[in-house]
């Protein structure tokens, strides 16, 4: 009969619209951080179709408070089991100018607002007034913006700290890459291909044949 | 000579790999609030492609201290002026359960956890521990999980949040949609077109007719 | 032989040409009924193709003496042994305008047409004169113009009509569908996914949760 | 800015939905009168498309009470200004044996339903008890099946029966074709081409040759 | 190794290009005579490719000494085992007007050729000079010309010609066709599936109905 | 009006089906004579289509009574106003062993069709007896299976046939080609590029250098 | 766990980048020898993919010193196991001009560059002057060239000389193919199907029938 | 005329096969020096089709005697005016191993030869036993196998020996490249967009806002 496919159908449809309610984990059971630039296809790169993830995106690709609490959401209300975290290549985060010289980026920031910043009250969170940065305001300030210095070494960090964090059970699995803007494609951290093959020297240090 | 069309072959790619050294700006100059939640395909509902947007997701789509932060250096030092907030209909973070009743938060966690939690020594941010709740660290932490009621009025408050933040210039346009699972599209908050739809009488008292 | 191959297919589509002289059913053995508003691609929503169903569609979708003639004639002589009827949201023939206020009916008519309506005089089937309506003729002009309060109501009501019919045999299975102009989907009666999936109200009162 | 072009798109997708409430027609401003007939893909026929015409489909498609309902409203209140009829060959009701031999029809109905049918008491319309045969009623009854003889005589008889019914306005165009399932395009009523190009007879009398 | 598909694949266009020299049939062993009309795409209305089957096409598709040879060498020499004839609907050799008046073909050619025809003088095969018509010299110029009558009966009869020739083996299966120009497929002869379904007396008359 | 784009298409197929009652043309007013063999797709190497010309084929592609028939027909009645000849390479009317010896080709044939043959008493063309062979009977019957030596000579005699024939009008343009089923395109005769490339030789007898 | 599927796609692009380190041989241990010519898709022509084969291009594809440095590296340190030599016709090698007259190729090549050319100071090979022409230094510039005759002749001369190198293994297996440029495929050198096939005397002399 | 686009196609045909004889240039005026790799699709790699460019493939894609004489015969006899050389990354022809200890590379050859290399016998071009190393014999041979340290550089150097060569002429345009095969595109050489995009140092040291 053709009404037990329609019923079927409908059925199929409501289990997507519903499944926070039904408490229905994504396909995959995985959660994902990576950075909001608009040179990661986080999808494509790591074969994830609509329904497969939780993707967390900021600045970055980060651990902050946002991450933890989203990510304890999803691996313990919502059923993930696995975290993919995603740094990339050319990350804005990333400046030996502001880490130099921290006090420049007040500066820099004062400069496109077009007006002065008090760390001391620029509400970090506007809906939730209660978090504060305490200790050295201006230096926790800085902090506060996460810049880093090395996309494979913040990629390790992260995991770490996903590891470490008292709200993510010890169950979870959890993996770093390096997403390469130049190349559109992913790489474990600190094993860049392209450091391997331009020179004879390069290749004979960190191929296959330096073991022989 | 086809050596020009392979430097400018060559150029277009360097552009794309250097897009923040150059501080190129992402095409739209578009930066996106949304929820982390799978069944959310955002480039899609808002017709973006790789490239086209600084795309932030968290869980619910909510603004928090993350959101300022990457929103500030999206509109800021790389270049976007637009912001568009998206949540998205049977969100997981609405419930009426842990509404009425917000202690049960903590005893859900510790059940999926398997262990106690206790506010004053869980790390928020394990990488910024200058970051902290103050007051009643109780209420403070249920409020940091950040379940809300409604998901038009949630849309809509996000937007004023970031409307009002002095980080964000006043020239950034701003607006906020809800993305319903249900059918697959975005709605204008609160203007839920299945409301409209299914009697006589709610044809009659929301549609055109009622204005003759 | 290339012959058997030709005279195969000649066969087949003399098949398709003369299926009511040779008495083959439909190949679904199907009547639908539904609306024969623009926006609903009946075919589709139900996935069938051309040669599956007998399809009646008329103003509402509505069981008139047409439909019962039409549907007899599919179960008893066609071979039909499934009936589906589908309405749909928006329907044109949904409105408290002429409900409340039931002579207006008359009157719109009359504007359009540019004359005067006698219900006594006009013809309701100018090929079978036989056919009228007696007591209030008023009324009964009125009543025979088959407005509509609700959408899902009105598709149980036609279900329950064909059920209970002396032309349609018992053993004709019967459901009945709503069609949602707004998300271009079925849903069982009364069962609107986009009741259940605003706020946490919703979710609590409709939703799996609520059962625990 | 991106936010127009989403805009706009919310707002093409809520005309759609909203249609009949904001008095818009469809898309070709036409109503289609054809047959149920599974072999007939009236849309394919005619090259028209989901929006594009309000399609009545009934045993026969031939004019009764239903269709001047129906065409009455898509004419009058939804703003349709043509009407086109498809009758088609093989037509299931098309049969010499009930047309020279009417009793046959209820023995034959009776046979299918396997229960004695009495003309008086069945309700031709069950929700509309108003709406009766009179006279001879077992004549009327079997009048009220519909059978016919000839499928291009009947298509021609359909556009003189709209044509002249007072509920439709006389702006209103109407035309007639013939939708052959045997090669499985549309003709002129009385037009086959099929007559005029087996033999040399056939090509002399009706061809152009015949008038040199 | 890469020369071995190499190899194969150098072969099997040798054996493509050296087909008859290798004395390899047609795929299909099959003989094709059709007409050499513009609308009859013979392949595709019997399902071949090219490879399949030897196909001579002349004005009308009908048996002359030319198709008696082309049939004898590709049935004898080259390996064929079965002919299909197919004649088509609306040929330009059915023509009431010369049939009824045969002089009138001789003056129509003068008329399009602007000069007087001798049928003693014409070569009808210029390469072979011994080919000549006997007997009433006219008459059989205009019977050489092959006008014909019904498609039907022309293509039963070419059937029957090729069947009775002493230079077709006896063991060549032999089928007929005709080609709808008007439907776009084939039809046994006389065999009209068209005459059958447009009105109730014809649906009697050669219907499945008629045997009850 | 949707009637209007009917009309156009149902008259449009109508002078598709109708076309020689109308005395319309095929698409290009030509006539290709070419032979039967399978790999001979003789619409693909010329670039026509369906309805672009009338297509006569027979063993050989040689000029025959049959042929001057349909080419007078087609050119006088049928309005073309174009003939193009193809013969092709490797064709079975080419054989060194039947012309150097002609007595063998009766045997031949009688092998394969299992009997004796007798010229005098074999119709060459079953519906019409009046057609004879002339003067020494067995010699004038091998010339009728018409075998040739080399396809280029072949060729371009066929079209001096063509252009010499009384029955075919002075102002229709003639050309030949060969058909080179070993590299799937058309020449023109003894024009064959793979004579003029494999040797320094051949580059400097047939080539552009040896002008100089 | 998608981290699994995600390192295995990092492997596999690894080793193709690594493919010479990791001492990977080409997909199929091939080296192809041919000509530089700019209608030799040498790739297709031996239905070869990107990662397939070392593919050796030079004027001509004939051996030279460079060709012996290639296969034997390609053959002993790469693990190349096949080598397939392809020349082809109309190749700019060959020409009587310069073959007959050898002196003009110097006056030829000082007519294009505009200056006078000595050998004995010509560097051949710019990076390496160890290498020398010894002997008739005009004859051996000549010679060095590599004009040649015939590309059939030639082909086969290349698969001898490669045969016969001392650094290449009496393993590895060695075939040569001509490329036609005006059929667009491979032929074994010397069979020319072309040759074949245009007239009865080729056929006989050539073919099949032939040795009966 | 339908012989108007036939021949117009055969001449196309013709001038494509007679390319050579005809004095055409390729459609570029391209000559490609590069490696016989079998990761480097070089015509993907600069966009060029076939017919478009000669392309010369040996081991490192480095200058050699048979380079310059192609080269020079592409752009003074067939007319190329512009070269592009392309090395690529990962090159089996860079190895610190034998670099550093080059008698290695004789006893490796032979280990995988299975037998003795006298260089003094060896024959390095089979076919012009006129072409010899003079000096050292065992280090020229070493030098003859043409290793080199690093892409880049071996690039330019390429480049700068074509320029300088006298049988190049001088207005013929050169350019380099390195073709990247862990990224599969093409960069200036020592422009490696991966040394720029790492860490904050690279990005600060190289990029664009160093120069603020």
């Given amino acids: 009969y053709t009404f037990e496919k329609v019923n079927s159908e409908i059925s199929r449809r409501e289990d997507w ?12 059971r995985l959660f994902v ?7 990661v296809p986080i999808e494509k790169a790591l074969g994830v179709q609509v329904g ?8 970055g ?12 959401l999803s691996c313990n209300f ?3 089991h696995e975290i993919i975290v ?21 500066k820099y920031l004062e400069f496109h607002l077009g007006r002065k910043i008090d760390p001391a009250t620029v509400p970090l969170d506007p809906s939730l007034p209660e978090l504060e940065l ?3 305001l201006y230096n926790s300030f800085v902090k506060w913006i996460r810049m880093f210095d090395d996309t494979d070494k913040a990629c390790l960090a992260q995991v770490e ?3 470490n964090h008292p709200l993510i059970r010890k169950d979870v699995v959890i993996h770093g890459y390096v997403y390469e803007v130049e190349s559109g494609t992913l790489r474990f951290p600190y094993h860049r291909v392209a450091d391997k093959v331009d020179t004879a020297e390069e290749m004979f240090a960190k191929g296959v044949w330096s073991n022989r």
């Fill in 17 to 28: 619209a519903l499944r926070r309610q039904k408490e229905l984990p994504n396909n995959r």
């Fill in 33 to 39: 951080l990576t950075c909001m630039d608009e040179r």
């Fill in 52 to 59: 497969d993830a939780h993707i967390y995106r900021n600045a």
């Fill in 61 to 72: 690709g980060v651990v902050t408070d946002d991450v933890i609490r989203s990510a304890a």
């Fill in 78 to 80: 919502f059923g993930s």
């Fill in 86 to 106: 995603v740094t990339h290549t050319e990350c804005g985060m990333m400046s030996h100018f502001f880490h130099t010289d921290p006090d420049m980026i007040l």
């Fill in 134 to 136: 305490k200790g050295d």
């Fill in 161 to 163: 700290l996903l590891r």
